[in-house]
């Protein structure tokens, strides 16, 4: 493990930022307490970690969350869902937007696995269904598309804005999605169930300008003629996919009965009957997703997420086959193993979603999301935190309680989400020491940079309309050189005791766009 000593240049005023999702070595003379920097993920004292892939739902914000390991995403290249290799490479098309909740995910990196903790150096976004809203029942919680109709649950997150541009209004929950006119472009990320149904995870109101495929579908192969695939969508419909003419993603790949799939096409036109003419066909069950060739190490394991399907003798989950585990059907798992072939040989097995802490008497309560960051907006018991707001009436608190927090404060809160808020079941409230003030309170955040006066200065970070105040110093390291006004960035860092966020590592993200996809 190395360690940074440092001395942090503070401002004269403070401020907060509320952020999505992600070191140098010396002396910077100040008359402060020296702090000592850890590069590892969340400033941990140590990290033991060794190569793993994980493939699910994000979860969790101030790195991301993914099956219960906080990954630091900061350095990661990250690959857009549209474009589908199983390489690892800096050459597949960037996904330029940041990573949210509820967005889903495969990702090579390594993992601590006894403080879940990890480091993520190549993530593929996995692309979910895209088209036109037709229609939204708010009361049977459906949303329906030219092709495909999608399950919503209260567990549904929501994003992009409603004309799709950068500047227009936030759509953050479900009644401000139906009130859209117009039948506005959809990204829905989710997961397939045991019937077929596609269950949505995130609903992002987009822009055709922002894609080269407005039409996407996802379901299982269930019969193969020729370039003619029939696709299973929901619980009781089919499609063609017709792929004379597309590309089969990862290349080299062969379609057979059973796979999940994600087909996408120009656009409407393609749409004829009951076909698709796909421009691409991908592959998607998570013995694909979860394969880096040509990776600097082979993964000591896998872990995935999906609902468990009984096929005769066999249990599939996430469209592979899982041996040695005892499972229910329909339940929706992760499960920890590792590949004989496409066969993932469980080691653990875990009912998705279900972590649990001590609390108050000794009492275990559960979570299914977890958010670390600066707190904004305190109202009485609630606030926002990584742009998520937080009812925390009925939260414990470790250390502290509702009347010592404080806008600027780092906490971690766990919690579920619902209809648009994290019902939150512990709050930590993490104070700045004089020794080591990074300790345990590292996250990383988007923003976009404002004020900025050169290395090892002061200046501004902005996100979701919040300003933070920052500061680098000549140990911050900066990847992609050093930003300028207007640039956006990826930064990992801590709350000082002035509410100032210290930069630690700094990421300029070229190409970019600080607009949800």
């Keep these: 493990m190395s360690r940074f000593k440092w001395m942090p240049l503070l401002l004269l005023t403070s401020s907060f930022l509320v952020a999505c999702g992600g070191g140098g070595g010396g002396d910077t003379p100040d008359n402060n307490t020296s702090v000592d920097w850890s590069t590892n993920p969340a400033g941990a004292a140590t ?66 696995d006894a403080q879940n903790l990890g480091r993520a150096a190549r993530i593929r976004v996995v692309g979910g269904v895209r088209g036109t809203m037709s229609a939204v029942d708010t009361s049977a919680l459906t949303l329906t598309l030219p092709i495909q109709t999608v399950q919503l649950s209260s567990a549904t997150t929501y994003g992009g804005t409603a004309d799709g541009t950068a500047t227009g ?43 080269a495929m407005d039409v996407a579908v996802r379901g299982t192969i269930t019969a193969i003629s020729g370039n003619n695939y029939t696709v299973k969508t929901d619980a009781s419909n089919s499609i063609t996919v017709n792929c004379n003419g597309c590309s089969l993603q990862p290349s080299g790949s062969t379609p057979v009965v059973g796979d999940a799939v994600r087909a996408l096409a120009a656009d409407i036109s393609q749409w004829s009957g009951t076909t698709l003419t796909a421009s691409r066909l991908q592959l998607i069950n998570a013995s694909y997703l979860t394969r880096f060739q040509d990776s600097p190490s082979l993964p000591s394991y896998a872990k995935i997420e999906g609902v468990a399907v009984l096929d005769g003798t066999r249990w599939t989950v996430g469209g592979v086959e899982v041996s040695g585990a005892t499972l229910t059907a329909g339940t929706v ?4 193993g590792t590949w004989s072939g496409s066969v993932l040989a469980a080691m653990r097995v875990e009912v998705e979603g279900e972590r649990s802490f001590t609390g108050t008497g000794g009492a275990t309560t559960s979570y ?41 404060a780092f906490v971690e809160v766990k919690g579920r989400y619902v209809d648009g808020k994290l019902l939150a079941t512990k709050v930590e409230i993490k104070a700045a020491s004089g020794g080591n003030a990074s300790a345990g309170r590292v996250f990383e955040m988007y923003g976009q940079v404002s004020d900025w006066s050169g290395v090892a200065g002061a200046f501004k970070l902005t996100r979701l309309g919040v300003v ?27 709350i000082d005791a002035n509410n100032v966020f210290q930069v630690i590592k700094l990421e300029v993200k070229n190409g970019f766009s600080d607009h949800d996809d």
């Excluded at 493939?55 to 869902?81: K, W």
């Excluded at 798992?333 to 920890?336: M, R, V």
């Design 333 to 336: 798992y992760e499960i920890k």
């Design 468 to 494: 933070y105040n920052a500061q680098s110093s000549v140990n911050t390291r900066f990847e992609h050189g050093a930003p300028a006004n207007g640039s956006y960035v990826e930064a990992k860092g801590y």
């Design 47 to 112: 990290f033991s970690g060794v190569s793993a892939t994980y493939q699910g739902a994000i979860t969790g914000l101030g790195s991301i969350v993914v099956n219960g390991v906080r990954f630091e995403t900061t350095d990661a290249v990250v690959y857009d869902g549209d474009d589908f290799s199983n390489s690892y490479d800096s050459n597949t098309s960037a996904f330029n937007s940041p990573l949210a909740l509820g967005m889903t995910v495969a990702l090579f990196g390594d993992v601590d």
């Design 169 to 211: 209004t936030p759509i953050t929950n479900l009644t401000q999605l139906a009130a859209l006119g117009g039948n506005p472009l959809l990204t829905v990320y989710g997961s397939p169930q045991s019937d077929g149904r596609f269950l949505a995870t995130r609903v992002v109101v987009t822009s055709a300008s922002a894609h």
């Design 368 to 408: 299914s999301n977890e958010f670390y960051g600066a707190l904004s907006n305190l109202n009485g018991s609630s606030f926002t935190v990584q742009g998520v707001n937080v009812d925390a009436s009925a939260a414990y608190f470790p250390y502290g309680s509702l009347a010592t927090l404080s806008n600027g």
